[in-house]
């Protein structure tokens, strides 16, 4: 038998998608028995999200107060005592797992499975490397423990409707001062969340400006989407960076991802490739972005998305 | 701040198309261009211009590699770092190895500071800097867009999902670099020229007492699943109606 560790990431108030979507994974895992850890300074809220996730067995609240923000330094002990009783450890391939888990595995003394994207077995999984341009199959020794981030792009989240326990646990291990949290600037917006988004309209350097982005985002609030942009664009100022999608910003998949203005540089066409439907708008027929689109349509951007958002409404 | 040390890796460069072998064993790197993991370069950067604000402040490169990778620390040298010390070996290298081959080195080198960039471009694994930070038993500072040091502490503004955040940890402590942390400088023909008589000291994973061995088995290698190359439609209308009909609109 297998026991699996999923830490939950969350807000205090909300669980992350991203959680469902590690337990998909890990009900891949044969004869797998899946356990979602949540450290926090209050987990009721969260831990009844977890728990109601089909599949989950048991959900695990360790709560104190130095665990209000998701710090790794401290949170990577803590992990290291409960990892004791679990063969598999996972988290999700998010800024926050991506943190967190390479200190859990050094802890334990074991390697870590970055982004996996396939279970074969086990302890045989597949995963991304040269930005998507060749995947490779690696295979754990399952002597070791095993900790893994899960790329959440993969796998869908699994459904509401589980009735797992939920249990306190109390953990007497001492946590650094080294480290302090500070505070947090969150880009502002009421529009859906890039990463859990059905819907992406995404933009690159071609919009020529941030004032020339709100083109977009008036095309996307008309749609409902989530608004992306491509590292030329972010690089260049027309977008925050938590907007930045591919390689090394968000890798997504949307049911529908519209790229404006992106020529398809391969590190982001890492981050599409998820993606169900591709369209691309670009003026330049011969860009890279067309190979991998479903739909295409060659033209000027500022003429195009507004037609669009006309004709949709 | 006395000290820091930047991890450099060789990877194939930023530009290449890597090929996959049709048998299946890995990618092709026969004649590939190879370079400084840009993320290491913009670590390296940080920490260069952290020594021209301060006095006194040795900027050490280490990598771990091939003897050739004595180009890319000549690299880093070029470019400012003091000296360089090459951890050299043909084994492939794990990031625990990695993280276990730089502590070593920082157990004799004790720096305030280590940099590295937050992934490398050829496996993009993602975890050797907090690694090292967990069996340094230091501090970590993941994905940094700004790093501040004030005396004993540096505050550090990291690029995560959610935007921005902040934390402040106390030296020594492991940095590893976002792409906005800076941008790299060129380097110019005559630091390339006092490059080569910089010190570059070559060690083994022996001589650290690390063994490289493999973790993980890596038992096949093989192309991403290729889309299907899609229509192109003619305008507006037809775009919408296409997208209609999908349910996608």
């Keep these: 038998m297998h026991k699996i560790l999923i830490v939950g990431e969350h807000d205090g108030k909300t669980l992350n998608p991203a959680t469902a979507k590690c337990v998909t994974c890990a009900s891949a895992i044969p004869d797998g028995e899946i356990t979602i850890a949540l450290l926090g300074a209050d987990t009721g809220a969260v831990a009844a999200q977890a728990a109601a996730i089909a599949g989950v067995k048991s959900v695990l609240r360790v709560d104190r107060p130095e665990n209000e923000h998701p710090l790794a330094a401290a949170f990577a002990p803590q992990l290291e005592a409960l990892a004791a009783d679990y063969t598999h450890v996972f988290g999700p391939s998010t800024s926050f797992g991506k943190d967190l888990m390479p200190r859990v595995a050094a802890l334990l003394g074991v390697p870590q499975v970055s982004d996996l994207m396939a279970v074969e077995t086990a302890y045989r999984f597949k995963r991304p490397t040269y930005a998507g341009n060749a995947i490779v199959t690696v295979e754990a020794d399952p002597a070791r423990k095993l900790v893994a981030t899960v790329r959440v792009a993969s796998f869908e989240a699994a459904r509401a409707g589980g009735t797992g326990a939920i249990d306190t646990k109390t953990l007497s291990v001492a946590l650094p001062s080294h480290t302090r949290y500070v505070g947090a600037k969150a880009g502002s917006t009421d529009r859906p969340d890039l990463q859990t988004a059905k819907r992406v309209v995404s933009g690159g350097r071609a919009l020529g400006s941030a004032e020339n982005f709100k083109l977009l985002f008036s095309f996307a609030d008309k749609i409902g989407a989530a608004v992306g942009a491509s590292r030329a664009a972010v690089d260049a100022g027309y977008a925050p960076n938590e907007m930045q999608v591919g390689q090394t910003g968000k890798i997504i998949s949307p049911d529908i991802y519209i790229a404006v203005g992106i020529s398809g540089a391969i590190q982001h066409l890492t981050g599409i490739k998820d993606a169900r439907t591709i369209v691309a708008i670009n003026k330049d027929s011969e860009a890279p972005i067309f190979e991998v689109a479903d739909v295409g349509l060659v033209g000027d951007l500022f003429q195009i998305v507004p037609e669009l958002e006309r004709l949709v409404s | ?28 790197l026969d004649g590939v261009k190879m370079s400084v993991n840009p993320f290491d370069e913009i670590a390296l950067e940080e920490a260069l211009r952290i020594k021209e604000r301060g006095t006194n402040i040795e900027v050490v490169a280490v990598s771990i590699g091939v003897a050739d990778t004595q180009q890319q620390l000549r690299t880093a040298l070029a470019m400012g770092a003091d000296r360089a010390i090459l951890v050299q070996t043909d084994a492939a290298v794990e990031p625990l190895t990695a993280a276990q081959t730089f502590l070593a080195i920082a157990k004799k080198e004790t720096p305030d500071l280590i940099f590295l960039g937050k992934q490398a471009i050829d496996d993009d694994a993602n975890q050797t800097g907090q690694m090292l930070a967990a069996i340094w ?113």
Excluded: F, H
């Design chain 2, 1 to 28: 701040m006395q000290k820091i040390m930047v991890c450099i890796k060789r990877v194939v460069d930023y530009n290449v198309r890597i090929r996959v072998k049709p048998d299946g064993s890995g990618v092709l």
């Design chain 2, 137 to 249: 038993d230091r501090p970590q500072a993941t994905y940094a867009s700004k790093v501040e040091i004030s005396g004993s502490k540096v505050s550090v503004t990291r690029e995560v999902d959610a935007g921005l955040e902040t934390i402040e940890v106390d030296l020594p402590a492991v940095v590893t670099v976002d792409l906005r942390l800076n941008e790299p400088r060129y380097v110019k023909l005559p630091d390339i020229m006092k490059a080569k008589k910089k010190p570059l000291d070559v060690t083994s994973l022996d001589a650290l007492g690390v063994s490289a061995g493999a973790l993980l088995k890596t038992v096949k290698t093989e192309p991403p699943a290729q889309r299907q190359k899609g229509i192109l439609v003619k305008d507006v209308a037809e775009l919408v109606e296409v997208l209609k009909k999908k349910g996608l609109i």
